[in-house]
């Protein structure tokens, strides 16, 4: 009976909708070695139908101001906290991005990665389904990180409660329905990922409030 109750409770969580949205944001890259990339702003660019993936474009000024950007928002579900609150820094949701289309009407849209098994640079894309979203963490200055809860360097591997806050964005040139330049993300706890793809550069990825 525990055993059956326990199932419940799990089927729950893990269908539980991420409709709690926050205010809408920019993607802002920052890079300590190329000032191009320094203070870009990410942008759904189109790999095929309904499906984005995100590339640096162009920076805010007077003239155009963040808004004028595109704007991506973090939705977390009901179980947990405010996603306008930054304090809570450890709690998981998935980036959202409403997709224009017809004019007038949007698509709720999530990323996820793409992992292709015979590399270890993954996509961030944006797709409707929102069932294989990527859980995403804030930092409370902005600053996007995947969280560990699983440790396999060590022997034998256990579920690491530590709870490592990784943030392995890269910028490189990639392929999902075109060539693009994007943002990845490279797999792996930082200390064991070195992109194999020649072309990436290291980037922090920070919301920003518009
Ligand atoms: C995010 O939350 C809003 C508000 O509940 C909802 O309309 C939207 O479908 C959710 N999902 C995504 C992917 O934006
Ligand atoms: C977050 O703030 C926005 C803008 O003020 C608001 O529309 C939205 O409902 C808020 N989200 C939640 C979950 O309170
Ligand atoms: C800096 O980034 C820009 C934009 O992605 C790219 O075109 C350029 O090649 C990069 N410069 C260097 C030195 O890597
Ligand atoms: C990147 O931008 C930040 C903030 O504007 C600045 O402090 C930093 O010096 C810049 N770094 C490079 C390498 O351009
Ligand atoms: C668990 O995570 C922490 C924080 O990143 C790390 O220092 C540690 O080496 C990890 N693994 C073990 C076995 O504790």
């Given at each position: 009976m525990m055993f059956y109750l326990t199932l419940a409770a799990l089927a729950v969580a893990s269908?539980?909708?991420?409709?709690?949205?926050?205010?809408?944001?920019?993607?802002?890259?920052?890079?300590?070695?190329?000032?191009?990339?320094?203070?870009?702003?990410?942008?759904?660019?189109?790999?095929?139908?309904?499906?984005?993936?995100?590339?640096?474009?162009?920076?805010?000024?007077?003239?155009?101001?963040?808004?004028?950007?595109?704007?991506?928002?973090?939705?977390?579900?009901?179980?947990?906290?405010?996603?306008?609150?930054?304090?809570?820094?450890?709690i998981g949701g998935i980036l959202g991005y409403d997709l224009p289309y017809n004019h007038d009407q949007i698509q709720p849209?999530?990323?996820?990665?793409?992992?292709?098994?015979?590399?270890?640079?993954?996509?961030?894309?944006?797709?409707?389904?929102?069932?294989?979203?990527t859980s995403v963490f804030f930092e409370e200055c902005g600053s996007m990180y995947i969280k560990q809860y699983y440790d396999d360097t060590t022997i034998p591997p256990y579920a690491n409660t530590s709870e490592a806050h990784i943030k392995n964005w890269y910028i490189c040139d990639t392929y999902y329905g075109y060539h693009y330049r994007t943002l990845a993300w490279v797999v792996g706890l930082d200390s064991h990922s070195t992109p194999q793809n020649p072309t990436c550069e290291k980037v922090d990825v920070k919301r920003v409030y518009a």
């Amino acid at each position: 009976m525990m055993f059956y109750l326990t199932l419940a409770a799990l089927a729950v969580a893990s269908t539980a909708q991420n409709d709690l949205r926050s205010k809408d944001f920019a993607l802002q890259l920052s890079s300590t070695t190329n000032e191009t990339l320094n203070g870009s702003l990410l942008y759904a660019c189109h790999e095929g139908a309904a499906t984005e993936s995100l590339c640096p474009g162009g920076k805010p000024s007077d003239e155009e101001p963040l808004q004028l950007y595109a704007m991506f928002h973090f939705n977390t579900s009901t179980s947990s906290a405010n996603p306008n609150d930054t304090k809570w820094d450890n709690i998981g949701g998935i980036l959202g991005y409403d997709l224009p289309y017809n004019h007038d009407q949007i698509q709720p849209s999530a990323m996820f990665l793409y992992i292709q098994p015979t590399s270890n640079v993954a996509l961030p894309i944006i797709t409707p389904a929102e069932s294989s979203s990527t859980s995403v963490f804030f930092e409370e200055c902005g600053s996007m990180y995947i969280k560990q809860y699983y440790d396999d360097t060590t022997i034998p591997p256990y579920a690491n409660t530590s709870e490592a806050h990784i943030k392995n964005w890269y910028i490189c040139d990639t392929y999902y329905g075109y060539h693009y330049r994007t943002l990845a993300w490279v797999v792996g706890l930082d200390s064991h990922s070195t992109p194999q793809n020649p072309t990436c550069e290291k980037v922090d990825v920070k919301r920003v409030y518009a």
